[in-house]
Nanobody, 117 residues
Framework: QVQLVESGGGLVQAGGSLRLSCAAS????????MGWYRQAPGKQRELVAA???????NYADSVKGRFTISRDNAKNTVYLQMNSLKPEDTAVYYC???????????WGQGTQVTVSS
């Protein structure tokens, strides 16, 4: 069974930075893509950033230039570096992994990010 464990969330002032980590149980090579989603109160879950097994990345327009997704295959971990944080970035951030051959999605338990103004 795949487990994704997020860490690194917390409270930060606007303009500050946080780095989220997502540690997977086992090799992340089996995932076609991994990424980060977020869900704010009263809103739908949205894609923040994704990275494929080949290293291609994709970002939501709202975070381009501020957030960076990366992966460390040796540590089976995906990161989200978040800079210049804004109050509207406040949400629960979820790690996601996708295995295309069986069309299965995996989710972490979520980590809270709160940005104060």
């Amino acid at each position: 069974q795949v487990q994704l464990v997020e860490s690194g969330g917390g409270l930060v002032q606007a303009g500050g930075s946080l780095r989220l980590s997502c540690a997977a149980s086992g090799s992340i090579f089996r995932f076609n893509a991994m990424g980060w989603y977020r869900q704010a109160p009263g809103k739908q879950r949205e894609l923040v950033a994704a990275i494929t097994s080949g290293g291609s990345t994709n970002y939501a327009d709202s975070v381009k230039g501020r957030f960076t997704i990366s992966r460390d295959n040796a540590k089976n971990t995906v990161y989200l570096q978040m800079n210049s944080l804004k109050p509207e970035d406040t949400a629960v951030y979820y790690c996601h992994a996708y295995v295309g051959v069986v069309a299965v999605n995996y989710w972490g338990q979520g980590t809270q990010v709160t940005v104060s103004s």
